[in-house]
């Protein structure tokens, strides 16, 4: 079983920035896909990010491509989203997620733990 357990959201002033942390208490934090995803008030739960077990490879949602980056510190079972330029359509609850897989997943059926949610404000 793997807990996740996300940090970092608040209220911030669009254009502003604001860095998710999700900490995993897996054994083997390297064997997993972590990704983030995100729900707004009346809306489907949806793919923002997600990295591979080494790092090395990151993929996007197009509505956050070059705005947001996704990292992880296997040394600290960590990953992390930095958000900048942020938009109030970005106001939402960001949920941390992981998969024991090798195969980097972008749908949310795919993954098998998740975290509690940490809400994310963007007032215009």
């Known amino acids: 079983q793997v807990q996740l357990v996300e940090s970092g959201g608040g209220l911030v002033q669009a254009g502003g920035s604001l860095r998710l942390s999700c900490a995993a208490s897996?054994?083997?934090?390297?064997?997993?896909?972590m990704a983030w995803f995100r729900q707004a008030l009346g809306k489907e739960r949806e793919f923002v990010a997600a990295i591979s077990w080494s790092g090395g490879a990151t993929y996007y949602a197009d509505s956050v491509k070059g705005r947001f980056t996704i990292s992880r510190d296997n040394a600290k079972n960590t990953v992390y989203l930095q958000m900048n330029s942020l938009k109030p359509d970005d106001t939402a609850v960001y949920y941390c997620?992981?998969?024991?897989?090798?195969?980097?997943?972008?749908?949310?059926?795919?993954?098998?733990?998740w975290g509690q949610g940490t809400q994310v404000t963007v007032s215009s």
């Open positions: 897996a054994r083997t934090f390297s064997n997993y896909v």
């Open positions: 997620a992981a998969k024991n897989t090798i195969v980097v997943v972008t749908t949310r059926y795919d993954f098998d733990y």
